[in-house]
Antibody, heavy 123, light 110 residues
Framework: QVQLQQSGPGLVKPSQTLSLTCAIS??????????WHWIRQSPSRGLEWLGR?????????DYAVSVKSRIIISPDTSKNQFSLQLNSVTPEDTALYYC?????????????WGQGTTVTVSS | QSALTQPASVSGSPGQSITISCTGT?????????VSWYQQHPGKAPKLMIY???NRPSGVSTRFSGSKSGNTASLTISGLQAEDEADYYC??????????FGGGTKLTVL
């Protein structure tokens, strides 16, 4: 059974970097049959897809246009996890952040979700 | 990439059927068969209910069904039950190799 365990700070100051990690059990971040995603949720924006990474002989990354200039998603094969970095945050980045896997059915349907991490951007 | 359009709320009585629409464009919903539907109860992570427009994962009730016509996908819940009361979100793959979600629909079981 695949499980995702999120970790990271719940409070980030404006202009700083938001960093979250998603530890994977029951699957591999290097799997050729899965993709690994970050999604956030806020009352104003609902669910918002942020980006994904996946390995197919090399690493690939896709990012939402809305955050493309500020986001980095990084796999860590030694720890079997992947991370989210969002730079230059503002209060608009305050949200509940989820990591998720797509792979049981196709590469675009999230079948496993992390528990969620509430991140507040405030000084 | 604009969010897919869903009604903010729908309601129905126990035993009735309801349908939630999800409207996009030919660059997402209309152009691909990768529409998914998620159910979210308060304080919980989203749960996959439908994938690839009309397929149900194992364990999801047959009361949930999905379809698509043109740029609009739909989720139908038949035989409404109290536990179906939740928020529902659609998502679609897009031409930009990204994913986009709908704004969400709050289902109230009267």
């Amino acid at each position: 059974q695949v499980q995702l365990q999120q970790s990271g700070p719940g409070l980030v100051k404006p202009s700083q970097t938001l960093s979250l990690t998603c530890a994977i059990s029951g699957d591999s971040v290097s799997s050729n049959s899965a993709t690994w995603h970050w999604i956030r949720q806020s009352p104003s924006r609902g669910l918002e897809w942020l980006g994904r990474t996946y390995y197919r002989s090399k690493w690939y990354y896709d990012y939402a246009v809305s955050v493309k200039s500020r986001i980095i998603i990084s796999p860590d094969t030694s720890k079997n996890q992947f991370s989210l970095q969002l730079n230059s945050v503002t209060p608009e980045d305050t949200a509940l952040y989820y990591c998720a896997r797509a792979g049981a059915f196709n590469y675009y349907t999230m079948d496993v979700w992390g528990q969620g991490t509430t991140v507040t951007v405030s000084s | 990439q604009s969010a897919l359009t869903q009604p903010a709320s729908v309601s129905g009585s126990p035993g009735q059927s309801i349908t939630i629409s999800c409207t996009g464009t030919s660059s997402d919903v209309g152009g691909y068969g990768y529409v998914s539907w998620y159910q979210q109860h308060p304080g919980k992570a989203p749960k996959l209910m439908i994938y690839e427009v009309s397929n149900r994962p194992s364990g999801v009730s047959t009361r949930f069904s999905g379809s698509k016509s043109g740029n609009t996908a739909s989720l139908t819940i038949s035989g409404l039950q109290a536990e179906d009361e939740a928020d529902y979100y659609c998502s679609s793959y897009t031409t930009s190799t990204t994913l986009v979600f709908g704004g969400g629909t709050k289902l109230t079981v009267l």
